[in-house]
C-alpha cells in the first residue's frame, strides 16, 4: 500500500552533478525520517544522508560539503542533490522513508544505479 520510487540516477564523470529524486505514494498517514542509502558492489549498505520531517539533516562523512539532502512535506519527496562526485560514489542509491501506515514501518525504494567515470 506504499511505494517509494527513485528517479535520476545515472552516468556521470566525476568532477559532476547528478540530483536524485524519490517521491512515496499510498496510504500514508505521516512520514518521519526520509534518507537515502547506497551499496557498492561487495560492500555493505551504507547512510549518505538522512533528513527529519522537520528538516533536521544528517550526513555520511564522506559526502559532506558535496551532497544535500532537501524534501517537500506536501509532496511525500526527498531529494539528493549530489555535486563534486568522485568515482567512489558509483554505488547503487536506496530511497527510504519511515512512514506510518497501520503503524510505523521502514520503507525502501528499488534502487538505482548512479556510477561515475574516473
Known amino acids: 500500500q506504499v511505494q517509494l520510487v527513485e528517479s535520476g540516477g545515472g552516468l556521470v564523470q566525476a568532477g559532476g552533478s547528478l540530483r536524485l529524486s524519490c517521491a512515496a505514494s499510498g496510504s500514508i498517514f505521516s512520514i518521519n525520517a526520509m534518507g537515502w542509502y547506497r551499496q557498492a558492489p561487495g560492500k555493505q549498505r551504507e547512510l549518505v544522508a538522512a533528513?527529519?520531517?522537520?528538516?533536521?539533516?544528517n550526513y555520511a562523512d564522506s559526502v559532506k560539503g558535496r551532497f544535500t539532502i532537501s524534501r517537500d512535506n506536501t509532496k511525500n519527496t526527498v531529494s539528493l542533490q549530489m555535486n563534486s562526485l568522485k568515482p567512489e560514489d558509483t554505488a547503487v542509491y536506496y530511497c527510504y522513508a519511515r512512514i506510518y501506515y497501520n503503524g510505523w514501518n521502514d520503507y525502501w525504494g528499488p534502487g538505482t544505479q548512479v556510477t561515475v567515470s574516473s
Open positions: 533528513i527529519t520531517s522537520g528538516g533536521s539533516t
